[in-house]
Protein backbone atom coordinates (compact mmCIF):
# COMPACT_ATOMS: atom_id res chain seq x y z
CA UNK A 1 0.00 0.00 0.00
CA UNK A 2 2.93 2.61 1.03
CA UNK A 3 4.09 2.11 -2.90
CA UNK A 4 1.25 2.58 -4.17
CA UNK A 5 0.41 5.94 -2.17
CA UNK A 6 3.72 7.11 -3.23
CA UNK A 7 2.83 6.73 -6.64
CA UNK A 8 -0.86 8.46 -5.91
CA UNK A 9 1.04 11.77 -4.37
CA UNK A 10 4.22 11.67 -7.15
CA UNK A 11 3.03 11.40 -10.53
CA UNK A 12 -0.98 12.61 -10.62
CA UNK A 13 -2.37 15.40 -10.83
CA UNK A 14 -4.51 17.15 -8.67
CA UNK A 15 -7.56 15.79 -8.60
CA UNK A 16 -7.15 13.56 -11.27
CA UNK A 17 -6.36 10.28 -10.02
CA UNK A 18 -6.18 6.25 -10.94
CA UNK A 19 -8.85 4.49 -9.68
CA UNK A 20 -6.93 1.91 -8.14
CA UNK A 21 -4.97 4.18 -6.40
CA UNK A 22 -7.64 6.12 -4.78
CA UNK A 23 -9.51 2.68 -3.94
CA UNK A 24 -5.80 1.74 -2.29
CA UNK A 25 -6.33 5.05 -0.27
CA UNK A 26 -9.58 4.16 1.25
CA UNK A 27 -8.28 0.98 2.37
CA UNK A 28 -5.60 3.15 4.10
CA UNK A 29 -8.30 5.44 5.52
CA UNK A 30 -9.64 2.27 7.02
CA UNK A 31 -6.73 0.60 8.28
CA UNK A 32 -5.86 3.90 9.74
CA UNK A 33 -8.45 4.86 11.76
CA UNK A 34 -11.02 0.97 12.75
CA UNK A 35 -10.63 -1.53 10.36
CA UNK A 36 -13.92 -2.92 11.72
CA UNK A 37 -15.84 0.33 9.44
CA UNK A 38 -15.28 -2.69 6.19
CA UNK A 39 -18.60 -3.87 7.97
CA UNK A 40 -20.55 -0.70 7.24
CA UNK A 41 -22.16 -1.20 3.81
CA UNK A 42 -20.76 0.78 0.66
CA UNK A 43 -18.02 2.16 3.10
CA UNK A 44 -15.80 2.90 -0.52
CA UNK A 45 -18.46 4.52 -1.62
CA UNK A 46 -18.90 6.83 1.56
CA UNK A 47 -15.66 7.20 1.96
CA UNK A 48 -14.27 8.25 -1.47
CA UNK A 49 -15.48 12.01 -2.00
CA UNK A 50 -13.66 12.81 1.09
CA UNK A 51 -11.10 11.11 0.51
CA UNK A 52 -10.04 12.88 -2.73
CA UNK A 53 -10.85 16.12 -0.94
CA UNK A 54 -8.11 15.01 1.54
CA UNK A 55 -5.59 13.86 -1.04
CA UNK A 56 -6.14 17.19 -2.98
CA UNK A 57 -5.76 18.65 0.22
CA UNK A 58 -2.71 17.37 1.73
CA UNK A 59 -0.81 17.80 -2.54
CA UNK A 60 -1.42 21.29 -3.02
CA UNK A 61 0.10 21.66 1.21
CA UNK A 62 3.00 19.90 0.04
CA UNK A 63 3.50 21.67 -3.17
CA UNK A 64 3.24 25.00 -1.60
CA UNK A 65 6.84 24.45 0.48
CA UNK A 66 9.13 26.70 -1.07
CA UNK A 67 11.95 24.90 -2.41
CA UNK A 68 14.41 22.83 -0.14
CA UNK A 69 17.03 25.52 0.98
CA UNK A 70 20.57 24.13 0.34
CA UNK A 71 22.90 23.53 3.77
CA UNK A 72 26.59 22.79 4.07
CA UNK A 73 28.07 22.61 7.91
CA UNK A 74 30.02 24.56 6.67
CA UNK A 75 28.04 27.63 5.17
CA UNK A 76 26.31 27.64 8.78
CA UNK A 77 26.80 31.24 9.03
CA UNK A 78 25.59 31.82 5.49
CA UNK A 79 21.70 30.73 5.91
CA UNK A 80 19.89 32.91 8.16
CA UNK A 81 17.36 30.51 9.10
CA UNK A 82 19.85 27.84 10.47
CA UNK A 83 21.97 30.68 12.66
CA UNK A 84 17.95 31.14 14.23
CA UNK A 85 17.52 27.78 14.91
CA UNK A 86 20.80 26.41 15.83
CA UNK A 87 22.77 28.48 18.57
CA UNK A 88 25.85 27.49 17.00
CA UNK A 89 27.40 25.67 14.18
CA UNK A 90 28.72 22.60 16.62
CA UNK A 91 24.93 22.49 17.91
CA UNK A 92 23.86 22.10 14.17
CA UNK A 93 26.00 19.48 13.26
CA UNK A 94 24.77 17.40 17.00
CA UNK A 95 21.51 17.59 16.25
CA UNK A 96 21.82 16.52 12.61
CA UNK A 97 24.33 13.96 13.44
CA UNK A 98 22.21 12.84 16.34
CA UNK A 99 19.02 12.08 14.51
CA UNK A 100 17.33 9.25 14.30
CA UNK A 101 15.72 9.34 11.48
CA UNK A 102 18.52 10.75 8.95
CA UNK A 103 20.43 7.57 10.92
CA UNK A 104 18.54 5.34 9.72
CA UNK A 105 18.08 6.63 5.90
CA UNK A 106 21.92 6.78 5.74
CA UNK A 107 22.01 2.35 6.95
CA UNK A 108 19.33 1.84 3.89
CA UNK A 109 19.55 1.71 0.20
CA UNK A 110 20.32 5.75 0.01
CA UNK A 111 23.25 5.35 2.22
CA UNK A 112 25.51 6.93 -0.45
CA UNK A 113 23.28 9.16 -2.04
CA UNK A 114 25.43 12.54 -2.73
CA UNK A 115 22.53 14.63 -1.83
CA UNK A 116 20.10 14.25 1.02
CA UNK A 117 16.81 15.98 1.12
CA UNK A 118 14.60 15.80 4.05
CA UNK A 119 12.13 18.16 6.16
CA UNK A 120 13.31 20.49 9.05
CA UNK A 121 10.28 20.36 11.28
CA UNK A 122 10.46 22.55 14.47
CA UNK A 123 8.22 24.14 17.32
CA UNK A 124 8.66 27.83 18.03
CA UNK A 125 8.56 28.61 21.46
CA UNK A 126 8.45 32.56 22.50
CA UNK A 127 8.45 33.62 25.79
CA UNK A 128 8.70 37.42 27.69
CA UNK A 129 12.07 38.25 29.86
CA UNK A 130 13.57 40.98 31.23
CA UNK A 131 16.75 42.16 29.63
CA UNK A 132 19.06 45.29 29.23
CA UNK A 133 18.77 47.65 25.49
CA UNK A 134 20.97 50.78 24.59
CA UNK A 135 18.74 53.41 23.65
CA UNK A 136 21.26 56.09 22.20
CA UNK A 137 23.89 55.93 24.96
CA UNK A 138 21.60 55.33 27.85
CA UNK A 139 21.76 51.20 29.00
CA UNK A 140 18.28 50.62 30.20
CA UNK A 141 17.45 47.67 32.38
CA UNK A 142 14.70 45.21 32.88
CA UNK A 143 12.94 45.89 29.60
CA UNK A 144 10.77 43.12 28.78
CA UNK A 145 11.26 41.45 25.45
CA UNK A 146 10.06 38.79 23.44
CA UNK A 147 12.42 35.80 23.23
CA UNK A 148 12.28 33.21 19.95
CA UNK A 149 13.49 29.92 20.34
CA UNK A 150 12.84 26.54 18.23
CA UNK A 151 12.92 23.03 19.91
CA UNK A 152 12.61 19.50 18.98
CA UNK A 153 14.23 19.84 15.49
CA UNK A 154 13.67 17.04 13.73
CA UNK A 155 14.99 15.98 10.62
CA UNK A 156 11.04 14.02 8.76
CA UNK A 157 11.23 11.57 5.51
CA UNK A 158 14.91 12.10 4.03
CA UNK A 159 15.48 10.75 0.76
CA UNK A 160 17.82 11.10 -2.20
CA UNK A 161 15.54 13.64 -4.47
CA UNK A 162 13.25 16.63 -3.46
CA UNK A 163 10.34 14.91 -5.38
CA UNK A 164 10.84 11.54 -3.38
CA UNK A 165 10.66 13.48 -0.26
CA UNK A 166 7.57 15.72 -1.16
CA UNK A 167 6.36 11.90 -2.12
CA UNK A 168 6.74 10.89 1.55
CA UNK A 169 5.14 14.58 3.04
CA UNK A 170 2.23 14.07 1.06
CA UNK A 171 2.18 10.55 2.73
CA UNK A 172 2.31 12.11 5.94
CA UNK A 173 -0.14 14.95 5.82
CA UNK A 174 -2.69 12.38 4.80
CA UNK A 175 -1.81 10.13 7.66
CA UNK A 176 -1.98 12.85 9.97
CA UNK A 177 -5.62 13.70 9.13
CA UNK A 178 -6.18 10.02 10.13
CA UNK A 179 -4.43 10.38 12.98
CA UNK A 180 -7.02 13.54 14.64
CA UNK A 181 -9.72 10.60 13.24
CA UNK A 182 -8.63 8.38 15.10
CA UNK A 183 -8.38 10.47 18.26
CA UNK A 184 -11.86 11.94 18.01
CA UNK A 185 -13.41 8.03 17.04
CA UNK A 186 -11.73 7.15 20.35
CA UNK A 187 -12.76 10.39 22.17
CA UNK A 188 -16.57 9.40 21.23
CA UNK A 189 -15.75 5.77 22.76
CA UNK A 190 -14.32 6.70 25.81
CA UNK A 191 -17.67 8.99 26.06
CA UNK A 192 -19.92 5.95 25.02
CA UNK A 193 -18.41 3.66 27.80
CA UNK A 194 -18.66 6.41 30.70
CA UNK A 195 -22.07 7.27 29.70
CA UNK A 196 -22.48 2.99 29.91
CA UNK A 197 -20.84 2.69 33.14
CA UNK A 198 -22.80 5.68 34.45
CA UNK A 199 -26.47 4.12 33.30
CA UNK A 200 -25.49 1.25 34.74
CA UNK A 201 -24.58 2.61 38.27
CA UNK A 202 -28.06 4.52 37.91
CA UNK A 203 -29.99 1.75 36.88
CA UNK A 204 -28.45 -0.30 40.14
CA UNK A 205 -29.36 2.84 42.19
CA UNK A 206 -33.12 2.59 40.99
CA UNK A 207 -33.42 -0.95 41.21
CA UNK A 208 -31.94 -0.51 44.99
CA UNK A 209 -34.58 2.31 45.56
CA UNK A 210 -37.14 0.12 44.39
CA UNK A 211 -36.34 -2.59 46.43
CA UNK A 212 -36.49 -0.26 49.61
CA UNK A 213 -40.28 0.73 48.80
CA UNK A 214 -41.20 2.73 45.75
CA UNK A 215 -42.63 5.78 46.94
CA UNK A 216 -41.47 5.28 50.70
CA UNK A 217 -37.99 7.91 49.97
CA UNK A 218 -37.74 8.41 53.75
CA UNK A 219 -36.48 4.04 54.47
CA UNK A 220 -33.50 5.13 52.13
CA UNK A 221 -30.58 6.86 53.40
CA UNK A 222 -30.69 10.97 53.44
CA UNK A 223 -27.74 11.06 51.09
CA UNK A 224 -29.66 9.25 48.05
CA UNK A 225 -31.09 10.65 45.49
CA UNK A 226 -35.19 9.83 45.34
CA UNK A 227 -36.07 7.94 42.55
CA UNK A 228 -37.40 10.66 40.78
CA UNK A 229 -33.75 12.25 40.52
CA UNK A 230 -32.14 8.91 39.78
CA UNK A 231 -35.35 8.60 36.21
CA UNK A 232 -34.20 11.94 35.59
CA UNK A 233 -30.44 11.42 35.41
CA UNK A 234 -30.89 8.17 33.70
CA UNK A 235 -33.33 9.48 31.32
CA UNK A 236 -30.27 12.33 30.43
CA UNK A 237 -27.77 9.51 29.89
CA UNK A 238 -29.97 7.47 27.81
CA UNK A 239 -30.39 10.57 25.48
CA UNK A 240 -26.79 11.03 25.31
CA UNK A 241 -26.75 7.56 24.18
CA UNK A 242 -28.69 7.90 21.94
CA UNK A 243 -27.14 10.98 19.99
CA UNK A 244 -24.43 8.75 19.92
CA UNK A 245 -25.97 6.37 18.44
CA UNK A 246 -27.05 2.58 19.47
CA UNK A 247 -24.97 -0.25 19.60
CA UNK A 248 -25.95 -1.22 15.71
CA UNK A 249 -25.23 1.98 14.34
CA UNK A 250 -22.23 3.14 15.89
CA UNK A 251 -19.77 1.68 12.85
CA UNK A 252 -21.83 4.06 10.83
CA UNK A 253 -20.77 7.11 13.42
CA UNK A 254 -17.39 6.30 13.19
CA UNK A 255 -17.45 6.03 9.54
CA UNK A 256 -19.06 9.66 9.74
CA UNK A 257 -16.19 10.96 11.92
CA UNK A 258 -13.51 9.56 9.51
CA UNK A 259 -15.57 10.94 6.14
CA UNK A 260 -16.00 14.49 8.26
CA UNK A 261 -12.26 15.10 8.71
CA UNK A 262 -11.32 13.76 5.08
CA UNK A 263 -14.14 15.45 3.60
CA UNK A 264 -13.23 18.82 5.51
CA UNK A 265 -9.45 18.40 5.62
CA UNK A 266 -8.57 22.50 5.51
CA UNK A 267 -10.38 22.60 9.05
CA UNK A 268 -8.17 20.16 10.74
CA UNK A 269 -4.51 20.67 8.68
CA UNK A 270 -3.47 23.85 6.94
CA UNK A 271 -0.35 25.96 6.65
CA UNK A 272 0.54 29.59 7.00
CA UNK A 273 3.51 32.18 6.52
CA UNK A 274 4.88 34.43 8.94
CA UNK A 275 7.64 36.84 8.89
CA UNK A 276 9.57 37.40 12.01
CA UNK A 277 12.50 39.75 12.24
CA UNK A 278 15.28 37.52 15.31
CA UNK A 279 18.77 38.56 16.54
CA UNK A 280 21.18 36.49 17.18
CA UNK A 281 20.15 36.58 21.05
CA UNK A 282 17.01 35.20 19.94
CA UNK A 283 15.49 38.53 20.43
CA UNK A 284 12.21 39.82 18.39
CA UNK A 285 12.96 43.09 16.50
CA UNK A 286 11.00 45.51 14.56
CA UNK A 287 13.58 46.48 11.75
CA UNK A 288 15.58 44.22 10.11
CA UNK A 289 19.50 44.48 10.43
CA UNK A 290 22.37 42.53 9.35
CA UNK A 291 22.41 40.68 13.02
CA UNK A 292 18.42 40.31 12.51
CA UNK A 293 17.17 39.19 9.26
CA UNK A 294 13.99 38.79 8.32
CA UNK A 295 12.82 35.16 8.29
CA UNK A 296 9.57 34.32 6.27
CA UNK A 297 8.48 31.06 7.87
CA UNK A 298 6.00 28.00 6.90
CA UNK A 299 3.98 26.98 9.96
CA UNK A 300 1.83 23.43 9.29
CA UNK A 301 -1.45 23.86 12.08
CA UNK A 302 -3.60 21.74 13.03
CA UNK A 303 -6.94 21.70 14.33
CA UNK A 304 -5.87 20.60 18.21
CA UNK A 305 -3.89 23.51 18.28
CA UNK A 306 -0.36 22.34 17.85
CA UNK A 307 2.06 24.18 15.30
CA UNK A 308 5.27 23.49 13.58
CA UNK A 309 7.48 25.29 11.45
CA UNK A 310 8.08 23.78 8.49
CA UNK A 311 11.31 23.97 6.22
CA UNK A 312 12.98 21.52 3.34
CA UNK A 313 16.81 21.36 3.31
CA UNK A 314 19.30 20.00 0.78
CA UNK A 315 22.56 18.36 2.92
CA UNK A 316 25.15 17.11 1.68
CA UNK A 317 25.60 13.44 1.83
CA UNK A 318 29.04 13.21 2.37
CA UNK A 319 29.01 15.41 5.68
CA UNK A 320 26.00 13.61 6.60
CA UNK A 321 27.65 10.68 6.50
CA UNK A 322 31.17 12.32 8.30
CA UNK A 323 29.11 13.15 11.31
CA UNK A 324 26.40 10.43 11.07
CA UNK A 325 26.86 8.83 15.05
Same mark, same amino acid.
Given at each position: ????L?????? &???G????? #?V?????????????????? /??????????????????V?L? =????????? /? *???????P? *?? @??????????KV??????M????????S? &????V???????????? !????? /??E??M?????????F???????????E?????? #???R?F?? !?L??? *???????????? @?L????ML *???K??????A???? =???????????? @???????????? !?????G???? #???Y???VS =????????????????I?? =????I?R?????????????????????????? !??????D????? &??
Open positions: MLQLQSLFGG &AKENYPES #LKEAIERAVDGTDPWLRGV /SGYRKKLRPSVLKAIDHVAV =DALPPAIPV /S *LDRYSDEL *LR @TCFMSRAEMQFGGERNAAFLKGPGD &APQIALLAMEMQESVT !LGAEL /SGIIRDVPQATVTEFRNLMDPAATTETRRH #LKRADH !LSLA *LRRISTVKSERE @TERHR *LQSLDLLQRGWGF =DGMVSADSMDSA @TVEENLSKIESQ !LMELGDDRM #LEVLGI =DVLGRPEEHLWSKRETIV =DRMGRTQATPDAPELNLDIFCNAEGRSLVMS !LIALSGELRGI &AV
